[in-house]
């Protein structure tokens, strides 16, 4: 498949998490566009390198080139994960304070 | 000798810290003994540096002390010059500042010792001041030390500076200066970027090679400092105002030493005016301007002081007067005799002033002759010294300049003789309205008539021997041959410039002595005049007429500044005030602030607290970002 088909997908799937994080005011659903984008550009770093990994396979069948970006979509996800855990927290503990997920009741830093 | 010539000008100075410094912790009499003690022995100093200047085969000396301002290819060094002119001058500021200080002693003796401490220092610091103008080899230091008497002139016209009247006195005196000050400080730097050095000994020999125009310039701005120091027209002013101060400082600065700095400077530098036939033909005219018209101005005056004030501004006109024509001895001489007798005269006022309870209107004086027995005698030599009386030491000076003038031009001569007429007739109207007649004064003032202490006696007469004697180093040579001591003492310095005067018309000796004869003869007719007027002077009623009102006004002249300078001075300073400083600056300062103020007032709006228009906000502005580094490249 050309890399083009990657890059809109993933394009389309970043979009989608803006448009998402900018429109709602729930804070879960912002959380998960959040996620989203992350996720656009995991999508963009495997397909860059599978690009480069099948060019260079070609010229040396015992190269790594391109081999790294997988490994970096890990450390993403990872990260991602951590993020998580520490963000679902705080949305615990801004509904244990305000009773409710929506940002637009979280503006007191204003004054 | 050169070793101790620095003490000569340092001893004055530690005498200055000790008394500026201890003023709370020294007693009266410590104080006293601090002020006269270094003075006297800088004047010992001073007597075995003239004896060696006055030893044949003596050559002018420059001390270099240390490098002063050294900056690329300007290099001024500290260094005195000991010659036949500045050791002249040393006697003569630190003898007759010694007899003063040893006359302020008592005359003070009213002040608390804090202030009597305060004004010692002011007068060692004014002493230590003019023997540096005087010392300096280049004109620099000689420009700090005219700016130090400047000061300690300043300090000493406010002394008592309570009172509003005298701080302004001194206030226009420091101003006056400063003007004459701005003339001198052209001249130095046009001289350094003619001739690239400031000292005597290197610059004059340049001189020769510059343009007349050149030489015309710097020799004008040096008069113009000349001007406000020596109180020339149109910069005389401070000086009769200059009287608010303690009548020793008087007879000191405003009559002895200070006012006569910037005969000296033009002596100093001959060489550069002697090539300057416009600047001479200046010099005379308004020496001879001021002359007159100070001694007009005095005839009218009822201030003791105030007469002595303007008979000194008349006789600085007459010492301008035998500068401009060239004759640099006859000025040095008048400046010699003058020191002698007018600080004897302003030294008697203030011993009358003294015995009178501070009361100096001659109109309340008045048959004191018996009151004070000593200052009547001294006062009567100095009168007689000033009017030009022989044996009397003004006679030679004054007749050695009036000599000058007519081989010059008769004008002057003629103009010179009316100018000495009036002086010997306002100083015997003040002779006989303060020492004559009946007593004017209120009986409280009467019973407390007293000669004053033997410290003040003992200048006067000391001084007053000398204007007896001080002319005889000046014989003309129509009395004997070569007997003008002076001339060939200072012939080294300033001898050089007879030659040049080419217009010279050689008087005969008879010529001269008859001439000398009238003068005297007018003279004693002047003072019987004086005598028949004011002997027995009784206050009257009568309407004054204009020209004696004009007189006594001093010519308006105040008034005339105060219109034409003061008041056109204060309208731009107000318009500066009112429109550009309030309006202009003010309206720019005040403009930024509010603009400030205004902005973070609209930007603070953004801070809506809502995270989505935040995050919005962050979106848009990475876009366009993106969009102008895409365009930024290509």
Redesign the interface.
């Known amino acids: 498949m050309p890399i083009n088909y990657y890059i809109f997908l993933s394009i389309a799937l970043f979009t989608i998490g803006i448009v998402g994080v900018l429109t709602r005011r729930n804070a879960i659903i912002i959380f998960m566009c959040i996620e989203l984008m992350l996720n656009a550009v995991n999508v963009l770093l495997v397909a860059f390198s599978k690009m480069h990994h099948v060019a260079a396979y070609a010229l040396d069948a015992s190269t790594t080139v391109g081999t790294e970006a997988q490994l970096f979509v890990f450390f993403i996800m990872v990260v991602a994960a951590a993020e998580v855990t520490v963000g679902l927290a705080i949305i615990v503990m801004l509904y244990r304070n305000i009773h409710s997920v929506d940002i637009n009741f979280l503006n007191r830093l204003k004054h | 000798m050169n070793k101790f010539v620095f003490l000569i000008p340092v001893l004055p100075l530690v005498g200055f810290l000790i008394n500026g410094l201890g003023r709370n912790i020294l007693s009266r009499a410590l104080v006293s003994i601090v002020g006269c003690g270094t003075l006297i022995a800088s004047f010992l100093l001073s007597l075995l540096v003239f004896r060696e200047a006055a030893a044949p085969g003596f050559v002018p000396m420059v001390i270099n002390y240390f490098d002063f301002i050294h900056a690329g290819g300007l290099d001024i060094k500290f260094s005195f010059q000991v010659d036949q002119l500045s050791s002249l001058f040393l006697l003569i500021i630190t003898g007759i500042g010694s007899l003063i200080h040893i006359y302020s002693s008592s005359y003070m003796h009213e002040e608390t010792v804090p202030h009597f401490a305060r004004y010692f220092a002011y007068l060692n610091l004014f002493i230590f001041s003019m023997l540096m103008l005087i010392l300096g080899a280049n004109f620099v230091i000689m420009f700090i030390g005219w700016e130090g008497v400047g000061l300690c002139s300043y300090l000493l016209i406010g002394y008592w500076f309570k009172n509003n009247d005298y701080n302004n006195a001194a206030k226009k005196a420091f101003v006056m200066n400063r003007i004459g000050d701005l003339g001198f400080l052209l001249a130095i730097f046009w001289m350094l970027s003619q001739f690239g050095t400031v000292s005597y000994l290197e610059l004059f020999p340049q001189v020769s090679s510059a343009s007349l125009y050149t030489i015309t310039c710097i020799t004008l701005l040096l008069f113009v400092g000349a001007m406000g120091k020596s109180a020339q027209i149109p910069l005389y002013t401070w000086l009769p105002d200059a009287m608010a101060g303690p009548t020793p400082v008087s007879a000191l600065i405003h009559a002895a030493t200070m006012v006569t700095a910037g005969i000296y400077m033009i002596a100093r530098s001959n060489v550069m005016y002697s090539m300057a036939p416009h600047t001479q033909d200046v010099i005379t005219i308004i020496g001879m301007a001021t002359a007159l018209l100070a001694a007009t101005i005095a005839l009218k005056q009822n201030d003791i002081k105030k007469v002595l004030a303007y008979s000194t501004v008349s006789q600085l006109g007459l010492m301008f007067v035998a500068l401009g024509v060239g004759a640099y001895t006859a000025g040095v001489f008048h400046v010699m005799t003058h020191a002698f007798f007018k600080a004897l005269l302003f030294l008697g006022a203030g011993s009358v002033i003294h015995a009178m309870h501070h009361e100096q209107d001659l109109t309340k004086m008045g048959g004191l002759r018996k009151y004070l027995p000593i200052t009547h005698i001294t006062f009567l030599i100095g009168t007689l010294a000033i009017s030009g009386i022989p044996p009397f030491a003004g006679f030679f000076s004054k007749d050695e300049i009036l000599t000058a003038a007519l081989q010059k031009n008769p004008i002057y001569y003629v103009l010179g003789v009316v100018t000495s007429l009036m002086t010997a007739f306002y100083m015997f109207r003040l002779y006989f309205l303060t020492f004559s007649g009946t007593f004017r004064g209120t009986d409280h003032q009467a019973k407390h008539l007293h000669e004053s202490p033997v410290a003040m006696t003992m200048p006067l007469i000391v001084l007053a021997l000398l204007s007896i004697v001080g002319g005889f180093v000046g014989v003309p040579s129509v009395f004997a041959e070569n007997a003008h001591l002076l001339s060939n003492f200072l012939n080294p310095v300033l001898g050089s410039v007879h030659s040049t005067s080419h217009e010279v018309v050689h008087l005969s000796h008879s010529t001269e002595l008859m001439l000398m004869g009238v003068l005297v003869f007018l003279i004693l007719i002047m003072i019987f005049f004086a005598s028949r007027k004011f002997a027995s002077y009784q206050p009257s009623e009568k309407e004054e007429s204009t020209i004696s009102k004009f007189l006594a006004n001093k010519w308006y002249v105040d008034e005339l500044y105060e219109a034409l300078i003061i008041k056109p001075i204060g309208h731009v300073a107000s318009f500066f005030n009112k429109v550009v400083d309030t309006k202009v600056i003010d309206g720019f300062v005040n403009g930024v602030g509010k603009s400030v103020q205004y902005s973070a007032r609209q930007l603070r709006l953004l801070?809506?607290?809502?995270?989505?228009s935040y995050?919005?906000i962050m979106?848009i502005s990475l876009i366009l970002l993106f969009i102008f580094q895409f365009f930024w490249k290509h």
């Not at chain 2, 801070?607 to 989505?612: L, P």
């Open positions: 801070q809506s607290g809502q995270v989505g995050v919005l979106v």
